[in-house]
């Protein structure tokens, strides 16, 4: 079964510092990646998803996420945060083309401070 | 385009009772996604359901079920609550269920098992 790993449980931050996220998966096919987002009293929404091509992709917001194979690794990066990136920041996997099966990560806090 | 909606939002229920929970897709969306999310294990996918058809499952006991109907709403049942089944419900739809297509969230149902 595949299954994500979000090292930094809780993330904080001053305004204006760069953001690094870690995700880890374990799954020895082909995959697809997202991240996720969830403000404070919102609901989920994607930030930006990997199938193939470019291992660098870019998001909404600023954010990108550099996927590195050899590593399993899926890093969500912003150089520069603003307060409106507070939110919870979840990862997720799905298998190729086994249809909307995620697994997800346990989810990052992020609190940004002004 | 109006967004998934779940109902009912918040739940309060005794062990040993049952539930269900509803979710109305974007129109169009045949794809539907149950998840359960709580603050230790984050999102677990608990089924997807596409043209009323279960097709895929996660792993949790047979308590839990669902099932679409021919306009791609979707009821998830659980019978003989138990205390751990208190979290927030959530459903996702998407468009044909394609493992690369985006995922759209509802707002939750938050049930809690007394």
């Known amino acids: 079964a595949q299954s994500v790993s979000q090292h930094n449980h809780h993330v904080i931050l001053s305004e204006a510092a760069s953001l690094e996220l870690g995700c880890n998966y374990s799954?020895?096919?082909?995959?697809?990646l997202f991240w996720y987002v969830q403000y404070p009293g919102q609901h989920l929404q994607l930030l930006l998803k990997y199938f193939s091509g470019d291992p660098l992709v870019k998001g909404i917001k600023g954010f990108e996420a550099e996927f590195i194979k050899s590593k399993f690794s899926f890093n969500l990066r912003k150089p520069s945060v603003q307060w409106s990136d507070t939110a919870e920041y979840f990862c997720?996997?799905?298998?190729?083309?086994?249809?909307?099966?995620?697994?997800f990560g346990t989810g990052t806090s992020l609190t940004v401070i002004p | 385009k109006a967004g998934v909606t779940q109902t009912p939002r918040y739940l309060i229920k005794t062990r040993g009772q049952q539930v269900t929970l509803s979710c109305s897709p974007i129109s169009g969306h045949r794809s539907v996604s149950w998840y359960q999310q709580t603050p230790g294990q984050g999102l677990q996918f608990l089924f997807e359901?596409?043209?009323?058809?279960?097709?895929n499952k996660g792993n949790f006991p047979g308590r839990f079920s669902g099932r679409q109907f021919s306009n791609s709403r979707s009821e998830m049942n659980v019978s003989t609550l138990e205390l751990g089944d208190s979290a927030l419900y959530l459903c996702?739809?998407?468009?044909?269920?394609?493992?690369?297509?985006?995922?759209?969230f509802g707002p939750g149902t938050r049930l809690l098992v007394l």
């Open positions: 359901y596409f043209s009323e058809t279960q097709r």
């Open positions: 997720a996997v799905n298998a190729w083309n086994t249809g909307n099966q995620f697994y």
């Open positions: 996702a739809s998407s468009g044909s269920g394609s493992a690369q297509e985006t995922q759209y």
């Open positions: 799954y020895g096919g082909t995959v697809n």
